[in-house]
């Protein structure tokens, strides 16, 4: 079943806010999605819960994108969850579309970058059973599944331009973070920086600032490849709990 909302026009300049719909306006119970929706956001706790279980310093843990955004997807999806199951209106745009963008930079850059010995940013290490798990659960269960339910289960053109630059804030505020927190650690602490191209030992604050803007412009592009495939991909009509025949919203 898709959700569904009230049509608008396309055009950031007449774009209404990023609310979907009125919240007066009845939207049906989701059942199908509610229960996609919550197994997306069982698959991140058990992935979270699981590395909990098996890390020892859970300071550096919770310092990782992947966790922190996968924290998000739970959140979210969770919430999203219980919208469709009780057919509430859909959540801001904002926060689903960032949640994708999220999720899928960690899935995007594990599988390219950190798990790619030639790309000079490896991170591969032995992992013990529950490791490898979580790292599944949360590098590519839940970056497929986040992909999965917008494509099949929102309707398209909720996205604007103007959110590919709003969603960008978390990963700007993640660098400053991330230097920080190893600026306060001791020298030669495993795991000061979470990842290899965020080590300033390694590449000093120039290197770090060069590998910032690489970064930066591959999400910021991610983010309007987003955009541009939700304004193109096909809507996919649901047989029934529809507000209007040409309605456009995002995961509810």
Same mark, same amino acid.
């Given at each position: 079943m898709l959700d569904q909302t009230p049509s608008t026009t396309r055009s950031d300049a007449s774009d209404t806010a990023d609310a979907p719909g009125p919240e007066a306006a009845p939207t049906g119970r989701r059942p199908f999605a509610a229960a996609f929706r919550a197994l997306v956001a069982l698959a991140a706790f058990t992935g979270i819960v699981l590395d909990t279980i098996d890390s020892d310093d859970l300071g550096r843990l919770f310092s990782y994108f992947t966790i922190q955004s996968n924290i998000l997807v739970a959140v979210t999806f969770a919430w999203a969850a219980h919208r469709a199951w009780t057919g509430r209106p859909a959540l801001p745009v904002r926060i689903t579309g960032a949640a994708l963008l999220y999720i899928s930079i960690t899935g995007l850059v594990f599988h390219f970058v950190l798990s790619n010995d030639s790309s000079g940013f490896a991170m591969t290490s032995e992992r013990t /059973?529950?490791? $490898?798990?979580?790292?599944? @659960?949360? &590098?590519?269960?839940? /970056?497929?599944?986040?992909?999965? %339910?917008?494509?099949? @289960?929102?309707?398209?053109?909720?996205?604007?331009?103007? &959110?590919?630059?709003?969603?960008?804030?978390?990963?700007?505020?993640?660098?400053?973070?991330?230097?920080?927190?190893? =600026?306060?650690? !001791?020298?030669?602490? !495993?795991?000061?920086? /979470?990842?290899?191209?965020? %080590? =300033? %030992?390694? &590449? +000093?604050? !120039?290197?770090? =600032?060069?590998?910032?803007?690489?970064?930066?412009?591959?999400?910021? +592009?991610? =983010?309007?490849?987003?955009?541009?495939?939700?304004?193109?991909?096909?809507? @996919?009509?649901? $047989?029934?709990?529809?507000? $209007?025949?040409?309605? $456009?919203?995002? @995961?509810?």
């Open positions: /059973p529950l490791e $490898s798990i979580a790292n599944q @659960l949360l &590098h590519t269960v839940t /970056p497929l599944a986040a992909a999965l %339910d917008w494509l099949l @289960l929102t309707a398209p053109g909720a996205f604007l331009l103007r &959110h590919a630059w709003q969603w960008l804030v978390y990963p700007l505020l993640y660098l400053p973070f991330a230097l920080i927190r190893g =600026a306060l650690l !001791d020298p030669g602490t !495993d795991g000061r920086y /979470p990842y290899p191209f965020l %080590d =300033a %030992d390694l &590449h +000093g604050y !120039d290197g770090i =600032a060069v590998n910032a803007v690489t970064f930066g412009l591959a999400f910021y +592009g991610l =983010a309007l490849t987003l955009v541009l495939l939700d304004r193109v991909r096909p809507h @996919l009509r649901g $047989s029934r709990n529809r507000i $209007s025949p040409t309605g $456009s919203g995002p @995961l509810k």
